[in-house]
């Protein structure tokens, strides 16, 4: 009785070590594709971007909760200005939209989508 639990629960820390893995291998990607292109598609000069913080920056500055899962993250243009817009879910399984400026981390509007 307790091999198979052991077996399962061994399948299941492997299983979440590789997703953390996949993960971070996505974020390094966008980050080196944010720091090359702007929110049109077109290369970025050094100008434009410096002074942004980096994604991983970003989340580190919002401090969410541990049981808080990012579903997806869009640098978008908003009113003239470029923000990243965050998708995620909190421990209760409601999911909020936050528009974040990428030079302070603040959050610029929070949404809780239906």
């Not at 492997?14 to 953390?20: D, E, P, Q, S």
């Amino acid at each position: 009785m307790l091999k198979p639990l052991v077996i399962i629960v061994f399948l299941a820390l492997l299983l979440g070590a590789v997703a953390l893995w996949m993960a971070e291998r996505q974020w390094g990607g966008y980050e080196r594709q944010a720091r090359q292109h702007d929110a049109s598609g077109l290369r970025k000069t050094a100008e434009l971007s410096e002074g942004m913080l980096s994604l991983q920056e970003i989340l580190q500055r919002l401090k969410l909760p541990e049981d808080t899962r990012i579903l997806e993250v869009e640098r978008e243009p908003h009113g003239g200005k470029l923000y990243y817009e965050i998708e995620l879910v909190n421990a209760e399984g409601r999911i909020f939209e936050l528009l974040i400026d990428p030079y302070t981390a603040k959050v610029v509007k929070q949404e809780e989508e239906d």
